[in-house]
């Protein structure tokens, strides 16, 4: 397994624990963003207006017809329930039905005029006249549907219409308007033909009771003017049959008059839907076959009337109707085999939408069809009378005539009256097809807002987005931020220095050099780790004396790394020497509160004495030297003989040297440096170095020379990113308060 593979499985298995360690760095604005969404979220529920929700529950069900209509083929009297419920669906989001509700809604508010029971009703301006603080019908209509919603419980014939509103009232009210709105409108659709029919029968029932009437004054202003009283026994039975038939006569065209009416209805909604199947039916009710049939039928009836009547109640009353009655039973059966064959035809070829109204309408057609026969039957019949009943003596025939059409009058009244009656019951006992199963009742408590999941939500977005800007931040930051993001890249870390507080403040600049102001503080305890592995990276300790300090960039804090490190070492009774060649931006002077010439470039160029330059610092066995003035040409001084001899001297002079040089991406000093020391090390900053930028100065830094031994990891924030991981550190980092030792055994 090569180390490409192990690293890659290495990070693998750290990912978690990756994750764990960004959310513990950025857990200040983590937390910052989840207070800021829990305080959104609660005062959103506290001001949040209540919502109450009213429902009224409908049940509906294909029409049936009324009571008095035997359905003609039962067992297909269910289909497509889906489909005609979502019709009604919609039919209750149409503009009709929403004007019919805002009407109503409008007209409560008036009666009731209590502003606080309705919210949606009003308008919300602030200044209002009492006539525009209503909103129009137009407006409410709109609303509703959008407040309004219909909806089918899945898989039943079940209809929900709920509604919310600010006020439980005007929520309960408006869902039961709505409700009732469609019960209405649905009810007077069924009954539509019923009561086109009732209506026509009224009209009729009224005009045949007045001209019975005028009929009956007839007969009596004849009389009182000293007509014949009484009339024959002969003309007396001779009108009782003609007023029979003449009734029956005026009863069968009113029958054909109702018809036709149904009929126009039945055309007119075939014709918005399916014209051909109009015209097919008509074909089929045209057919000589069932013409024939339905006339032979209309015969019999009459003759079957006719035999009846001549038979002065002989006992062969029974055997007789029982003779017409087989003949008119064996051509009815006929009637219905054809039927048959065309209802089965119009059931394999119509859509499922129109096959009730294609069956009600083919009934209808059959209908006016025997009614039309029979009306011709009768009328032979009437007219054959008539020229007997014209045969009559004159004086006899005016009185015969009057007593006639008094009598047709009456019977006729008295058949309109029934059928009128009827019609009127069909109509009334013809229910719709809605059934309010539960009106809407006003809510006792809100159903909006629901304010713990409110803040419940407001806590899991605010943690979401604070999460989401932690790892939207990672992703976009190229930066260096823990020891595994060094690691991962096959780079040798030597260890990780903590941020050593105040450094870069003007009033702790003194805690830069902290091991000689707190050893016994934790970065300093870092630096002591990062000179035993430095000692420890060569495989002769003894070889390696001069050691060369620099960065990828500027201000990753390589200098404070360099007068740490050789204070550290001076601390293990080490002669140490920290020289700074930053010829660019010289900073060691700063921290030793020093002057800056004169500094080794002085002594390069005879300006100064080596004594001179040498300076001792506050620690034993520390010496430092600055930069000096600062020449135009660095890299040629520090790529110079002179500087080799330089070096040299100081190794002959001293335990350890280290170098503190300019960063490396920038120029070439360090790189020159790096090919005459015996150790190299790159400082990179947690958060500051940029991972590109860190992978090219450790390919710079890697050559022939092997200088290079490692990266040492500046201001790493253990605590955020490793905090129980590394508190056994902290502890023993930390001496005993009890036990501390002074600070003169500290250096020996």
Known sequence: ???????????????????INLIKINIIP???????????????????QNIYKSTTVMKLSKPQGSILEAPLMPEFQDFG??????????????????????????DTFHNIGVRDSFYWVLNQDLDLTPDSEVKTVVQLSELLSKIAVIEQKRGLDILEISVESPSSFEAALIANSYAEAYKQQNLTYNRLQLITVKNFLEEQRVDKLNELREAEDAVKKYQEQGGIVVLDEQARALIDLISEFESQLNAAKIEMMSSE??????????????????????????????EQYQTSIAKLTVDKELAMANLNRTNKEQEIAKYYDDKIADLNKKVDKLLEKYEASIFASSPEEIKELTLKKLEEEVKYNAYKASYNELDKIVKNYERRFNQLPERTIDLARLQREREAYEKLYLLVEEKYQEALINEQSTPGNVIIVDQARRATKPSKPNRMLIVLVGIVLGTGMGLGFAFV????????????????????????????????????????FIVAKRPDSIPSEAFRALRTRIQFSKIRPDALKTILVTSSTP????????????????????????????????????????QRFPGFT??????AEYEEIVRTSEIENLDFITAGTIPPNPSEILGSPQMEKFLEKLKSLYDVVILDSPPVIAVTDSEILSRMVDATVLVASANITENDLLEKSVELLTHDHGSFIGVVLNRFMYRSGYGSYYKYY????????????????LKS
């Open 30 to 48: 983590i937390l910052l963003i989840s207070a800021a969404g829990l305080i959104v979220s609660v005062l959103y529920a506290l001001t949040a």
């Open 261 to 290: 009416l149904t009929l126009k209805l039945y055309n007119e909604e075939l014709d918005r839907q399916n014209p051909e199947i109009k015209k097919y039916i008509e074909n089929f009710a045209a057919q000589k076959e069932l």
């Open 473 to 512: 931040r990672n992703y976009f930051d190229s930066t260096v931020k823990t020891p595994e993001d060094i690691q991962n890249k096959n780079i040798n870390l030597l260890t990780w220095i903590p941020e050593i507080e105040g450094v870069g403040s003007e009033d702790h600049k003194e805690f830069e």
């Open 730 to 745: 902290y502890y023993y980092s930390r001496p005993d308060q009890k036990n501390k030792k002074p600070k003169a055994e």
């Open 1 to 19: 397994m090569n180390n490409h593979e192990m690293n890659y499985r290495e990070q693998e298995g750290n990912s978690l624990k990756d994750y």
């Open 555 to 594: 201000k990753e804090g390589k200098t404070t790394v360099s007068v740490n490190l050789a204070g550290s070492f001076a601390y293990t009774n080490k002669r140490t020497v920290v020289v700074d060649c930053d010829l660019r931006k010289p900073r060691m002077h700063n921290v030793f509160k020093a």
């Open 81 to 106: 329930s889906d489909r005609f419920i979502a019709n009604e669906i919609e039919i209750m989001k149409s503009y009709t039905i929403r004007e019919k509700v805002a009407k109503s809604l409008i």
């Open 602 to 607: 002085d002594y390069f160029f005879g300006q």
